[in-house]
C-alpha cells in the first residue's frame, strides 16, 4: 500500500473481519470484510439471536456467491445521525482516492478467496460518498475496470454507493448533481451494475432532518422525481428505511410521489443497538426474533409492487460491525477476540497460552482447541495458535 495506510488491528466476528487501519495523517479508519447470514424462516431466529459461532459458520453463504465488503470514504463524518457511532468521532475531511483504493487492496490482501460471483462492496462506511464523489467514483471506476485486483482474477464487483445525499456538499455540488452523477455513472460506467442506496429512514421529512441529526438532505419526493427521469437498468435504486418506533414510513405518500417498481425497490432495516442509536432514544421495531412488524410494512410495499428486501445483521454482531464502533474502541492492544461479543468493551486479551498448530486461518474460523479467534495480517498456510485461553471465563 506503499505506506499511505498502515495496519492497526483486526477484529473477528462469526460472519467475517473488521479492519481498522491507519492513514498517513494518523487518522484511524475501518474496512471490512463479512459473510451473509443465510437463513430460513423456521431458524431465522435462533440463528440471528445465536451466541455461538459455529452455528452461525453453518449458515454462512458461501465467498463466491456472495463477499461483502466495505471501506471509508472519509476520515469521520461531518454529520451527526442519531443512529450512528461514526457520529461523535472528529471529522478531518475526506480520504484521497488512492486511500480508498488501498482499503480494497488491503482487504484482497488480507483475505485469500480468490473468486466470488458477487463481491459487494459499500463505499460508505466511515463517511458521506457524496461529499467525497469525485474520489469515490474514481475508486469505484478502478475497481469494476480490474485495476485493483490484479492477483485475484474473477471477482465480480458490484459496487454500492450509500448516501443521505445531503442538499449541498463541503465542495458545493447540489444533492441533485449528486444524485444525476451517481445514475449517469452507474449507467454509463457500471452498465447498470451499481447498487445505488439512498438512506430515507422515514417519510416525514422533518423527521428525517432531526434523524440526520439536523443535516438538509434531499426531500424523498424530489429523488423520485429525478431517478424516474433516467433509464434504469440491472440494480434498481434502493430506498433504505431503518424502522424506528414512533417514525413514519408511509407506503401511500412514497406511491403518491411516483415510487415505481422499475426503478425502486425498498429495504426495511431494524435498528442496531448503537450508543448513539440508545443516547438518542430511538427504538427498532424489530429484533432477532419479532419481525412481525417488518412483514406487515413488507406487505404493504408489495401490495403496490414495489420490491422488498430485509437487511439484519445477527445478534452477536451488533456490537462491532455497525460503523465507527471500533475505531473507538482501537485504542485498547486488543489481539485476540473471544467469539461471545456483546459489547465492544468485552474484547479482551486471554491470559494462558494455546499454541496449536492450525491450519490455514479464513475469515471466520477459530483454532478448535481453545475457541479463540487468532488475529493475523499474513497469509499463511500452518500458523501457532497464539491466543491465550483465560483461566476462567468471568
Ligand atoms: S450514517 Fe453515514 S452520514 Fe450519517 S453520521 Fe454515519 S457515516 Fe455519516
Known amino acids: 500500500m506503499r505506506n499511505r495506510l498502515s495496519f492497526q488491528n483486526v477484529y473477528y ?6 479492519f ?24 431465522h431466529a435462533k440463528v440471528r439471536t445465536s451466541q455461538d459461532p459455529k452455528l452461525i459458520w453453518k449458515h454462512l453463504a458461501p465467498y463466491k456467491d456472495k463477499w461483502l465488503l466495505t471501506v471509508s470514504t472519509q476520515k469521520g463524518c461531518p454529520h451527526n445521525c442519531q443512529m450512528c457511532d461514526v457520529a461523535p468521532l472528529p471529522f478531518k475531511g475526506n480520504l484521497s482516492q488512492e486511500e480508498i ?29 457524496a461529499h467525497n464523489i469525485a474520489n469515490v467514483l474514481g475508486a469505484i471506476l478502478s475497481l469494476v475496470s480490474g485495476s485493483l485486483d490484479e492477483n485475484t482474477t474473477g471477482q465480480k464487483w458490484l459496487p454500492c454507493f450509500n448516501s443521505i445525499l445531503p442538499r449541498q456538499t463541503i465542495q458545493g455540488l447540489s444533492g441533485q448533481d449528486v444524485l444525476k452523477r451517481v445514475l449517469k455513472f452507474k449507467e454509463v460506467q457500471c452498465n447498470g451494475r451499481l447498487h445505488f442506496q439512498i438512506s430515507c429512514n422515514s417519510t416525514d421529512e422533518e ?19 429525478i431517478v424516474n427521469q433516467y433509464d434504469i437498468t440491472d440494480r434498481t435504486v434502493t430506498l433504505n428505511f431503518i424502522v424506528m418506533k414512533g417514525v413514519e414510513v408511509d407506503v401511500k405518500k412514497l ?3 411516483g415510487l415505481n417498481p422499475d426503478k425502486f ?42 420490491p422488498v428486501v430485509f437487511d439484519a445483521i445477527a445478534k452477536c454482531e451488533e ?26 468493551n468485552a474484547f479482551r486479551l486471554p491470559d494462558t497460552e494455546c499454541k496449536k498448530q492450525i491450519g490455514y486461518m479464513v475469515g471466520t474460523e477459530i483454532c478448535e482447541q481453545c475457541e479463540y479467534f487468532v488475529a493475523h495480517n499474513e497469509q499463511k498456510r500452518i500458523i501457532t495458535c497464539s491466543a491465550v485461553t483465560p483461566n476462567n471465563d468471568d
Open 13 to 18: 466476528l462469526p460472519s467475517g473481519r473488521i
Open 20 to 43: 481498522v487501519l491507519k492513514t498517513k495523517g494518523g487518522y484511524t479508519i475501518e474496512c471490512t470484510e463479512m459473510r451473509d447470514v443465510l437463513v430460513g424462516s423456521k431458524l
Open 101 to 129: 483504493e488501498d482499503q480494497i487492496r488491503y482487504l484482497l490482501y488480507a483475505t485469500p478467496y480468490a473468486q466470488s460471483n458477487k463481491a459487494k462492496i459499500g463505499f460508505a462506511r466511515m463517511g458521506e460518498p
Open 207 to 225: 423527521k428525517r432532518k432531526e434523524l440526520f441529526g439536523g443535516a438538509d438532505v434531499l426531500t424523498i419526493k424530489k429523488i423520485i422525481d
Open 255 to 257: 406511491m403518491d410521489f
Open 265 to 306: 425497490m425498498v429495504k426495511l432495516i431494524p435498528l442496531n443497538e448503537t450508543d448513539n442509536a440508545k443516547a438518542n432514544n430511538l427504538e427498532t421495531v424489530a429484533n432477532y426474533n419479532n419481525y412481525d412488524d417488518l412483514k406487515a410494512l413488507a406487505d404493504k410495499f408489495k401490495a403496490n409492487g414495489i
Open 319 to 344: 456490537a462491532g460491525l455497525c460503523c465507527g464502533q471500533l475505531v473507538s474502541a482501537n485504542q485498547k492492544p486488543v489481539q485476540h477476540i473471544k467469539y461471545e461479543i456483546k459489547k465492544v
